[in-house]
């Protein structure tokens, strides 16, 4: 028996060296150091060559995190530029097997080793390394074992959340889920081109805070894409304004202010200085999908140009005072350009989604610096950055069956207000008072 097992260690042992000199497998170390050669990376000076310098590699479960020095006349974004050629050469075929201790440690002796090294060799084949690159002082290249997934169904996270923090997304560190905290951080910018996941990102945050404070949550909803994403969410009872044309936008968001003003003067009277020491449970979150539709300079009519520098106005008080009083705004578009939003609005927005754009302007506009351009062409791909951190990550996609199923319990019928004297009559006698009375129908402004 003991004999049997050496020999297929032994066996074992050749086979996976054989395939070690087949494919070519070296150290990735190794690797990036000729990548940057092949890529012109490296400064020549005279007959001096100044190399990017490896100053620490560290070992995570996820991967492997290398910290370089680079040469003098070198800048983080010559190697930003080069991104495709490092990701792709170390995912080149020669190269593309990368075997830990752990591999190993997970072979079986007592069955057939062989086979189970073939099932390793296959597995490995069809993992593709993903890297990133980020710069504070040092270059730092991160390169993972495993792709980040291109699907996140919003089942696989549950409500994860509790208070007012929301699932972003999925980060490859360790599989990990971070959480965005509309406490600490109340207002969000959010990019992205069209179909890269924007819409369905709004509808998992617009559903998760149903579920998590259907009691305390209030929506102000303006769907400027003619309804084509909040119509679901018009009819019930936590939407207190609801608008898909600017004339209505500008109404809502007046609405908004006010009620803004009111509750400021109510915390001053009552010397209180924000929504935790007024223990005031309610939020009010603003949520306007595609607010370049309020872009002033794309007015036609002088009247059409007033109108939107109106709701930019209250945009901006909201962004510079409701934080405080308990109003969260989350401002989306599709077409990032330098007059889409707000600058007081962006200023005050400490947190920044920004799926793939089209250029890297468009990044600037969401992030201040480059980057979603190059996020890959998958579906829910995104740079989420706060004020100390940047993350890419992928966002969960929620199925139209689950945000049905948690807003059906809270439609109520919304008409308009009419005299109670006026009498409808109907097919089994009753009047519309008497249906309103019978709790049947309620009836908002």
């Known amino acids: 028996m003991m004999l049997e097992i050496i020999s297929s260690v032994v066996m074992g042992s050749i086979a996976l060296y054989a395939q070690f000199k087949k494919t070519g497998a070296t150290n990735d170390s190794d690797k990036l150091n000729q990548i940057f050669t092949n890529s012109g990376l490296n400064i020549r000076d005279g007959k001096r060559t100044f190399t990017t310098q490896l100053v620490k590699r560290k070992i995570y479960p996820w991967g492997v995190e290398y910290r370089y020095r680079i040469p003098l006349g070198r800048s983080f974004e010559d190697y930003k530029a080069k991104f495709n050629h490092i990701q792709d050469g170390l995912n080149n075929r020669k190269t593309l097997l990368h075997f830990t201790l752990t591999d190993l440690k997970s072979l079986n002796l007592k069955q057939n080793l062989i086979h189970q090294i073939k099932e390793l060799l296959k597995k490995k084949k069809a993992t593709r390394k993903e890297i990133e690159l980020s710069y504070d002082g040092l270059l730092k290249i991160k390169v993972y ?98 608008a898909e044309e600017p004339e209505e936008a500008e109404k809502a968001l007046r609405s908004v202010v006010k009620e803004m003003r009111e509750k400021q003067q109510q915390f001053k009277h009552r010397s209180v200085k924000n929504v935790q020491e007024a223990k005031d449970p309610t939020r009010h979150f603003i949520i306007i999908d595609e607010v370049g539709e309020l872009n002033p300079s794309e007015a036609i009519t002088k009247e059409e140009r007033a109108l939107k520098e109106s709701c930019q106005t209250y945009m901006s008080q909201i962004a510079r005072l409701g934080a405080g009083l308990g109003y969260r705004q989350i401002l989306a578009t599709q077409y990032p350009t330098g007059d889409v939003i707000p600058r007081q609005c962006k200023q005050n927005s400490d947190a920044k989604l920004c799926f793939r754009v089209q250029n890297g302007t468009a990044s600037r506009v969401v992030l201040d610096e480059t980057g979603a351009e190059e996020l890959p062409e998958v579906k829910g791909r995104a740079i989420y950055q706060t004020a100390d951190r940047r993350r890419i990550l992928q966002t969960p996609m929620i199925e139209t069956k689950i945000i049905h199923q948690a807003i059906m319990p809270h439609i109520v019928i919304k008409a308009r207000k009419e005299p109670v004297n006026e009498v409808k009559n109907k097919p089994d006698g009753e009047t519309r008072t008497d249906i309103a009375q019978s709790g049947k129908i309620q009836f908002l402004d």
Do not use: C
């Open 145 to 242: 074992n495993e792709p980040l997934p291109t699907l996140l169904h919003y089942t696989d996270i549950s409500l994860v959340g509790d208070g007012w923090k929301v699932t972003v997304g999925q980060i490859r560190e360790g599989n990990q889920l971070i959480l965005h905290d509309f406490e600490k951080i109340p207002h969000m910018v959010i990019g992205g081109a069209t179909r890269y996941g924007k819409s369905n990102f709004l509808n998992m945050l617009i559903t998760t805070l149903l579920l998590l404070q259907p009691d305390n949550v209030q929506f102000t909803l303006i769907d400027l894409k003619g309804g084509v994403e909040f119509s679901d969410y018009q009819d019930i009872e936590q939407v207190v304004n609801y």
